[in-house]
């Protein structure tokens, strides 16, 4: 299976951010587009915005099995890892699990201070 080549945006670091990244799943995959597609992106810049620093940048593809999504920002050393919690955990994390129920082929990448945090969400 080949990987799907991303196409890119830039985000605004704010709290539009969320929104602007739902709303371009939803251009790229059109109404019939996987609902989970578009509640991970917003999960995981939602995570961008309150755990690292910009640039936000979003990616995307798509092939006729799964949508991939990417969302990279600059990691602040004083943040963790992004990691999978079991359902136990009190403190957080919520929004990982969230991730993991609908992309369970998610992981994270950290390139010098860089950070992307990958989900591969199926189709159908």
Known sequence: MSVPELRRWLLPFDTRAP????ARVTACLGPDGPDDAVLVVSELVGNAI???HPPL??????DADAVRI???ASHRPDE???????????AG???LRIVDA???DWDWMLDGARLAVRARVPRG
Request: charged content about 20%; glycine content about 16%.
């Open 93 to 95: 994390g919520s929004g």
């Open 57 to 62: 940048v979003l990616g995307i593809g798509i």
């Open 102 to 104: 609908c992309a369970p």
């Open 19 to 22: 929104g602007l990244a739902r």
């Open 80 to 90: 963790p890892i992004p990691q999978r919690r079991e359902a136990s955990d009190a």
């Open 50 to 52: 309150r755990h690292a």
């Open 70 to 72: 990417e969302v990279t």
